[in-house]
């Protein structure tokens, strides 16, 4: 199994209209393709003192589920217009990316799933 994961960090005023687009637009668009080796995404996201980060997963079962989606350049984010006018930072292209400020053990307990997500995308994803 393969995961692609993308960070991307809003305001927390702009968190509820970048976790909306993720779960009506951005996700369900992505599950829509129908891609072979595809199994769905998990939506995360954590408050970090002034920011809300974000953290999707995406699963495939190789490399070339990957590739489907995002091309043979498949490590470069693919980041919607509306994405981009409500994320603070990210892999957004002349917005500056930052490492997170915590521990990674201490980072992975604080995360949490967002509003209940929906079957066409989340529900298919691997039992973790």
Not at 17 to 46: N, S
Not at 68 to 81: I, S
Request: proline share 9%; aromatic share 10%.
């Amino acid at each position: 199994m393969i995961s692609r994961v993308w960070h991307g960090w809003t305001t927390p005023a702009n968190a509820a209209a970048y976790e909306h687009l993720l779960q009506t637009q951005v996700l369900p668009g992505i599950a829509a393709k129908d891609l072979p080796g595809y199994h769905g995404a998990h939506l995360l996201r954590r408050v970090i003192g002034n920011e809300v980060e974000f953290l999707t997963i995406l699963w495939f079962d190789s490399l070339d589920g990957v590739r489907a989606l995002a091309g043979d350049d498949y490590e470069t984010a693919y980041v919607p217009p509306q994405a981009r006018a409500v994320l603070a930072r990210g892999c957004v292209p002349g917005r500056p990316q930052r490492p997170p400020r915590e521990s990674s053990l201490r980072a992975a307990c604080a995360w949490s799933f967002g509003a209940q997500p929906k079957a066409s995308f989340a529900a298919s994803g691997p039992r973790l």
